[in-house]
């Protein structure tokens, strides 16, 4: 069954980054979909409550424009980096992907997460990360930034040592610092593990905290030698729970769709 196309054209973010020319990507938005009611728009997930076929629909209209298959993730809030091939089937668990192979896209699905999305300067690989606070902290000082880092130097493991100067990361919209309300447990558990993360906390109600989620992150990145990072600032204009009219929040609606960030190499 084909829906028509609501009234809002198909919305996605490109990424204004300086990628080689053999890297796309992009990140949807809740514009342009068939989906109705709390997941009114592009929702993309199909685990959220939606009606499977206009989900399917959905990611029908975004492999059309992206004209790669997207994968999809099974995404259980956790660290591992699942490695794609062009058999790679959708619902695998994992919350990042990466590939060398072209014709299909490393995609994970958010709605208040932060998308993060790497490649190397040269375009030999791309991967794209969930990563809600869980899977940033991960375990011990290796989340799912690490593990999406280490991934690029098992890439040049033949080719001698990376330099992760000349990896780049984009980060996409997700619940901003004066929406992302945590407690003390979340702030200690970050702090434990770098004390230099204290600075992404800013003090809330008692016992709560306001969280910058991108700062985190790229305070990580920079830890593991990734300065080159590019997208969201934690400001208003990038905060998922801020803009209902174009991106989907968990933390704002309680029951929500959706959106996802992509990459992928071309020939």
């Not at 009606?51 to 997207?70: E, F, I």
């Not at 998922?240 to 071309?266: E, K, L, M, N």
Request: a neutral charge; glycine letters at 10%; one cysteine or more.
């Amino acid at each position: 069954m084909l829906w028509p196309m609501q009234a809002d054209e198909f919305d996605w973010i490109v990424p204004d980054w300086p990628v080689p020319t053999a890297v796309r990507a992009c990140c949807s938005t809740r514009n342009g979909g068939v989906s109705e009611g709390r997941y009114a728009g592009l929702n993309l997930g199909l685990h959220v409550g939606d009606d499977p076929g206009r989900v399917h629909a959905n990611r029908a209209r975004l492999q059309t424009k992206m004209v790669v298959r997207p994968v999809f993730l099974n995404q259980v809030h956790g660290t591992e980096m699942l490695q794609l091939a062009s058999q790679s089937a959708d619902g695998m668990p994992a919350d990042g992907a990466f590939t060398s192979e072209t014709g299909l896209a490393c995609t994970v699905m958010v709605a208040d997460c932060l998308p993060v999305l790497m490649c190397d300067t040269q375009g030999r690989q791309v991967a794209a990360v969930h990563a809600g606070w869980r899977g940033l902290l991960g375990v011990q000082g290796k989340g799912v930034l690490e593990n999406a880092a280490t991934t690029f130097d098992a890439m040049c493991s033949n080719a001698g040592s990376l330099d992760r100067s000349t990896l780049l990361a984009w980060l996409g919209p997700c619940i901003g610092p004066r929406a992302f309300e945590v407690g003390d447990e979340v702030r200690a558990a970050f702090v434990a593990d770098t004390p230099l993360a204290a600075a992404c906390f800013k003090p809330g109600a008692p016992g709560k905290w306001w969280a910058d989620l991108p700062a985190l992150a790229r305070q990580r990145l920079a830890a593991m030698g990734i300065a080159r990072t590019f997208g969201n600032d934690g400001s208003d204009a990038w905060c998922t729970v801020t803009h209902a009219s174009r991106f989907f929040s968990h933390r704002r609606d309680g029951v929500s769709g959706r959106q996802a960030a992509c990459i992928w190499r071309v020939n």
